[in-house]
Antibody, heavy 120, light 107 residues
Framework: QLQLQESGPGLMEPSETLSLTCTVSGGSISISGYYWGWIRQPPGKGLEWIGNIYYSGSTLYNPSLKSRVIISVDTSKNQFSLKLTSATAADTAMYYC????????????WGQGTLVTVSS | AIQMTQSPSSLSASVGDRVTITCRASQDIKNDLGWYQQKPGKAPKVLIYVASSLQSGVPSRFSGSGSGTDFTLTISSLQPEDIATYYCLQDYDYPLTFGGGTKVEIK
């Protein structure tokens, strides 16, 4: 049974870099046919796709965040990570790590989510 | 970016009712649309992909239809455990974009 688990600080100061890691268990991150990604949801609001990464390291980002986002993968640890620079209160959200099937494309597995609050 | 417009934003229905949620894309997205269910305090989960394919393990009372710009999610007989917010997601082009969500409540 594939499981995804987010980890990282729950509270951070404005202007700092938001850093989260997703640990994948019950399956390999290096398998072909899947992307790995991040989606966020501000409290009481809808869902926003942040970006995807393939195990080879190729990435796709949401243009609305592209200048501030880096998604990376560590196949030796079966993990992938999100960094979002220059955080503001608008980045306060539940952050979900996800697996995306490539053909056809859809998100088939989600982590439980981790709430990140940006506040001074 | 492709805009996804969902309606209604919320609805209240009785147990056993047929419930329909619609999603409209701002351009032709073929059949590259998924539906996700998010129960309170939980992560979303996929119900339907490529417009009408039921994800394994999802009850058959859920169905999806449509192509091009107009799509529908139908719950044939609403159950208490279906209380959730439902989102559509276009998988046609990046950036991926979600609809605004439909909150379903029991009357």
């Amino acid at each position: 049974q594939l499981q995804l688990q987010e980890s990282g600080p729950g509270l951070m100061e404005p202007s700092e870099t938001l850093s989260l890691t997703c640990t994948v268990s019950g399956g390999s991150i290096s398998i072909s046919g899947y992307y790995w990604g991040w989606i966020r949801q501000p409290p009481g609001k809808g869902l926003e796709w942040i970006g995807n990464i393939y195990y080879s390291g190729s990435t796709l980002y949401n243009p609305s965040l592209k200048s501030r986002v880096i998604i990376s993968v560590d196949t030796s640890k079966n993990q992938f990570s999100l960094k979002l620079t220059s955080a503001t209160a608008a980045d306060t959200a539940m952050y979900y790590c996800v697996r995306r099937v490539t053909r056809p494309e859809y998100f088939d597995s989600w982590g439980q989510g981790t709430l990140v609050t940006v506040s001074s | 970016a492709i805009q996804m417009t969902q309606s209604p934003s919320s609805l209240s229905a009785s147990v056993g009712d047929r419930v329909t949620i619609t999603c409209r894309a701002s351009q032709d997205i073929k059949n590259d649309l998924g539906w996700y269910q998010q129960k309170p305090g939980k992560a979303p989960k996929v119900l339907i992909y490529v417009a009408s394919s039921l994800q394994s393990g999802v009850p058959s009372r859920f169905s999806g239809s449509g192509s091009g710009t107009d799509f529908t999610l139908t719950i044939s007989s609403l159950q208490p455990e279906d209380i959730a917010t439902y989102y559509c997601l276009q998988d046609y082009d990046y950036p991926l974009t979600f609809g605004g969500g439909t909150k379903v409540e029991i009357k």
